[in-house]
């Protein structure tokens, strides 16, 4: 799950990091008290949207005075910021952030993420922080440092030493980098996060590091201890089809392609998955009903799955288990009549009583068309949707 920047920013300052002052506005009638509040002479606008790349599309902007603040604040608000991160699409301006603007000296990146391969927590950091940091790691992959940390040591004098020495930090400095470095690990660790990113860490021309932007995404399978992030969800930054799939216990992640997947077991979803791209098609989704696959997650699956316009026909894939095979034709008959659009279905059933569930498929009396393999069902999926769209 991912969190707003301001969201972030207030968490990681119950850790003791420090950022700047700033305040929410959700509607334009907000504005003006927010924007009073500020204290210094330059203010900076900040849309709050969960995706990056907000500087170099307009979404983040320093202003001078009242006026301007309150000139590209309501002109924000509403807007769709489209940045390399959202998509052509891009995504709705809710929410802006107005903090208290600072003089930079020194923009560096810093982020924490759960490197599984060592079962540590790396620090990512670069002393070439700011909006370039991905051509940096491209072109310069040397500059940027890693260091493991065992979580049953943590953070040691060590690590802050080399950090500060990567950031070209003077020695007086370190106290105050040694206080955000234990913060935000201490945050990362309590609240189970996956990352936490800060792009700018910035050191100011006073001579204080803060942390000027926050990103923090926490790992879904912990959220149950953490009920106070559960609330900082935006819904309205998620897509609706993988909440609502979330909700009845399917997963389902959103693809752009045109074949609807209807798959049990992840393992079975990526291979399908690949024979799809493989026979020449595109999948629109990534969908696991979990290994009992019963008539009643079909038929919800298929209706989230059709929900999505791009979709142009539905490869049905399960291997009945558990759940026998002549229940889940049960269910994929009962889904198809029920379905909101008509688009090719193709079914491949394997497993107990194959034999009868395809036979109930067959005498349905429904345009549904069986498959003996994956390749081959994937095969006809790919041709069905070309030949409808040749006599088009
Ligand atoms: P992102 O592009 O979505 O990652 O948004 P950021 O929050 O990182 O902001 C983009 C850039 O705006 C930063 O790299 C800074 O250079 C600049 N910026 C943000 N806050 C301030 C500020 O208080 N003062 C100044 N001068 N620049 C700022
Ligand atoms: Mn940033």
Do not use: W
Request: aromatic letters at 4%; one cysteine or more; glycine letters at 8%.
């Amino acid at each position: 799950m991912n969190i707003h920047e301001y969201q972030a920013k207030a968490i990681l300052k119950q850790y003791g990091v420090s950022v700047p002052e700033g305040y929410l506005v959700e509607a334009v009638n907000q504005l003006e008290t927010q924007a009073r509040k500020i204290q210094t002479d330059v203010a900076v606008v900040k849309a709050q949207i969960h995706a990056g790349g907000r500087g170099k599309a307009g979404g983040v902007k320093v202003v001078d005075s009242l006026n301007a603040c309150m000139a590209v604040g309501t002109e924000m608000l509403g807007k769709q910021l489209v940045t390399h991160q959202t998509g052509l699409k891009g995504q709705k301006i809710r929410k802006i952030y107005i903090e208290e603007g600072c003089e930079i000296k020194s923009e560096f990146y810093m982020s924490m993420v759960l490197d599984r391969a060592t079962s540590q927590v790396m620090i990512i950091a670069s002393k070439e922080g700011g909006m370039d940091i991905e051509k940096v790691a491209m072109q310069s992959p040397n500059s940027i440092l890693k260091i493991s940390v065992d979580p049953l040591i943590g953070i040691r004098e060590f690590h802050v030493r080399v950090l500060a020495e990567s950031f070209g930090l003077s020695t007086e400095l370190m106290p105050n980098l040694d206080k955000i470095i234990k913060g935000i690990y201490a945050c990362f660790v309590e609240k189970d996060l996956n990352l936490v990113e800060i792009n700018p860490f910035v050191l100011t021309k006073e001579n204080v590091l803060i942390a000027l932007d926050a990103k923090m995404n926490f790992d879904d399978n912990a959220l149950f201890r953490h009920p106070e992030i559960e609330l900082l969800r935006d819904f309205n930054e998620e897509d609706r089809k993988e909440i609502e799939a979330s909700s009845v216990g399917l997963s389902y992640v959103a693809l752009d392609g045109e074949i609807g997947c209807l798959v049990n077991g992840a393992g079975l979803a990526m291979a399908t998955m690949d024979a799809i791209h493989y026979a020449g098609g595109t999948p629109a989704n990534f969908l696991d009903v979990g290994g009992s696959a019963s008539a009643e997650m079909v038929h919800k699956a298929l209706d989230i799955i059709l929900s999505d316009d791009h979709v142009k026909g539905v490869f049905i894939n399960i291997f009945g288990g558990i759940m026998h095979c002549n229940t889940i034709a049960k269910g994929i008959i009962q889904a198809t009549q029920a379905m909101p659009r008509s688009v090719p279905i193709v079914v491949r059933l394997e497993g107990t009583n194959v034999e009868e569930g395809k036979r109930l498929l067959d005498h349905s009396g429904l345009d549904i068309i069986s498959a003996d393999t994956m390749d081959e069902g994937a095969e006809k999926m790919v041709a069905l949707i070309k030949h409808k769209e040749a006599i088009a």
